[in-house]
């Protein structure tokens, strides 16, 4: 199942894939242009640690934004920040793709990364999902999954994303495709449909922010938050009410001698 034109669908999938997902304001409307046919993913890193979406969706002053589709935080959370072609590949050659012209072909993913520091667990199983989600949606395997410097390396001299091993890289993500296509294949299309369904809506019940209940309230929350929040304030409830109950006990002691 090939894809042509703008990936309209890449929020949805990554969700579907459990990821955490912001979807960057106006994302639908930014691009440099249409895609062609979608061949697959470059993977990057930004070349800083705590580089944020804004500056992947809005560029840098030598290079216009959006200069990928997706930004990867070191937590894991994933920033949807375009929907049509950004420039992130730039020269190169792989085969597949044509020469030079990887940007109208590409999906790219900047992890937040100064590619020396390493790859903490929650952002490496990140970029494995963003990749799978992505690579099955379009109906191929991990082997169009590439690091920017396979691409742009002889050219360029890139060497992003530094530290991750592209061919173990490709193996996880291959790994991931074909549990869920096992786990998939046992099931019918109905039971496949209802269990995807069931996971957007438990996605989207744990990230929703709802408003409170609260009169008068303007909060919002989302469930996880609004119980973590409930436990926070019965801790403190609990700490009050021991603090009064040794304050009662000791006028008790007072009055009790007192009245002796």
């Known amino acids: 199942m090939s894809w042509s034109g703008d990936p309209v669908w890449l929020a949805d999938v990554l969700r579907g894939e459990g990821l955490r997902v912001v979807e960057f ?4 409307e930014r691009g440099h242009g249409d895609f062609g046919n979608i061949w697959g993913v470059v993977c990057h890193h930004t070349g800083g640690s705590n580089t944020p979406p804004s500056e992947i969706a809005y560029g840098i002053p030598s290079l216009d934004g959006p200069l990928s589709q997706l930004h990867l935080a070191r937590d894991g959370t994933v920033t949807v920040v ?9 020269a190169g050659a792989w085969p597949g793709l044509p020469e030079d012209n990887a940007n109208w072909h590409t999906i790219g993913i900047e992890a937040a990364n100064n590619g020396t520091e390493g790859w903490s667990p ?5 970029y494995v999902r963003c990749c799978s989600a992505i690579i099955r949606r379009l109906g191929y395997s991990a082997d169009r999954v590439i690091g920017h410097k396979e691409w742009a390396g002889p050219k360029q001299g890139k060497w992003d994303p530094g530290g991750l091993d592209m061919d173990r890289f490709r193996a996880d993500i291959q790994r ?3 549990t869920q296509e096992n786990l998939m294949a046992a099931l019918s299309e109905t039971e496949q449909r209802e269990l995807l369904d069931a996971v957007r809506r438990m996605h989207f019940e744990l990230t929703y922010p709802f408003e409170s209940r609260v009169a008068d309230s303007r909060n919002r929350d989302t469930m996880a938050g609004y119980v973590l929040n409930s436990d926070a304030a019965d801790y403190r409830n609990e700490q009050r009410l021991r603090a009064l109950e040794v304050k009662v006990d000791r006028i008790l002691e007072v009055l009790g001698k007192a009245a002796a």
């Open 25 to 28: 304001p106006d994302w639908q």
């Open 82 to 90: 375009a929907l049509g072609v950004a420039w992130h590949a730039g």
């Open 122 to 126: 929650a952002q490496y199983d990140a």
């Open 176 to 178: 991931r495709l074909d």
